[in-house]
């Protein structure tokens, strides 16, 4: 699925031409030109970035990326601030506000795009789809397809999802909690135990040569996936 991006500013030019370059790179583009007309599009599905301008009728953008930051249903939303106040001051302001990345104008299509992918990549590395490869294991975001030593494997979709999300946090400890909301999603009631469930049935589709033993239980603490020998387990 293409990521969604949210367009924010009020120069029609400088919209359309940013969308323009947006589709032309596999993104899907939202355009709002106001303050007003940007917070009413901020809503489920949420986009999975926000390209903003300082200047907006109704509002600054300084003020919208706080109030985004500050709820917790739309504070892990990316934010690129696009503008042409380049002091250093400005800057400041940006990122206090909380903003992920500060661009200023004029900028060039090709250092957008690799902006955008860098702060993607950054705060949520199972957005893209990068083929993944750990100790001989290779997953295909877009394929949808696992491999161990070119041997596939067949796995369900939260088991998918489960393990892109472990082969792209390697060698942290993650609670069920942290788990359910990063693999099924803030707005999805599953119970704890769930995870459980779903963590042995990826452990027994990983089987073989000791791949299984990547997904390793952390007493009191959750799950972590490294390739390092099991400690605290």
């Known amino acids: ?4 991006i949210l367009v924010v500013e009020d120069e029609a030019p400088i919209r359309e031409m940013i969308t323009f370059v947006l589709e032309q790179n596999g993104f899907n583009a939202i355009e709002a030109e106001d303050y007003e007309q940007a917070k009413a599009k901020i809503v489920e599905p949420y986009p999975d970035l926000i390209l903003l301008d300082w200047m907006l009728p109704g509002g600054t953008g300084v003020k919208l990326a706080k109030s ?9 939303i990316p934010i690129i601030m696009l503008t042409a106040r380049a002091d250093e001051d400005d800057k400041v302001k940006g990122f206090d506000a909380g903003v992920d990345d500060y661009v200023t104008k004029p900028f060039s299509p090709k250092e957008l795009i690799a902006r955008i992918k ?3 990549r950054r705060v949520s590395p199972t957005a893209l789809e990068e083929a993944i490869e750990f100790h001989g294991m290779k997953l295909d975001p877009i394929a949808h397809r696992v491999s161990i030593n070119d041997r596939s494997l067949e796995l369900g979709p939260t088991e998918f999802r489960l393990l892109h999300f472990f082969m792209t946090h390697t060698e942290r400890v993650y609670s069920r909690e942290q788990l359910l909301d990063n693999v099924w999603g803030t707005n999805v009631y599953v119970e ?17 040569e000791g791949h299984e033993d990547f997904i390793q239980t952390v007493r009191g603490s959750g799950y972590r996936f490294s390739g390092k020998l099991k400690t605290s387990v």
């Open 192 to 208: 704890d135990r769930t995870v459980d469930v779903h963590i042995r049935r990826l452990r027994k589709a990983i089987t073989g």
């Open 68 to 76: 985004l930051k500050q709820n917790e249903y739309t504070r892990s």
């Open 1 to 4: 699925m293409n990521r969604q």
């Open 118 to 120: 860098a702060v993607i």
